[in-house]
């Protein structure tokens, strides 16, 4: 559980745009300023920007409704994030509702 606690904590640092941070003055690539988001009214995984405070701007609506994601390897699909409370609380908030598995950050990025 804690090692899901620190991936999930990882994923809400990146998407907080926590990068950087340290004092480096490294500026981060392009690739890192990109992040998998999921519409939750479509369900519909995209790459967008990494925003400092979701849910993010959906370009396609104009709506706040991109929540960072993470992947299941076994589903094969991106789900929402839970909101930092949430996974706190919740027991299984970083696990896939339908298959149990332990979602992740690493997955393929959706076209």
Known sequence: MKSCLKKCLLVVAIGSGLLGCGGSEEVATTESQRAVYVDIKTLQAVVGDVVKEPPAVNPATGQRTLMPALYCPKCL??????PLDQINRTPNATKCSKTGATLTADGPWPE
């Open 77 to 82: 699909r991106w789900h929402p994030l839970p």
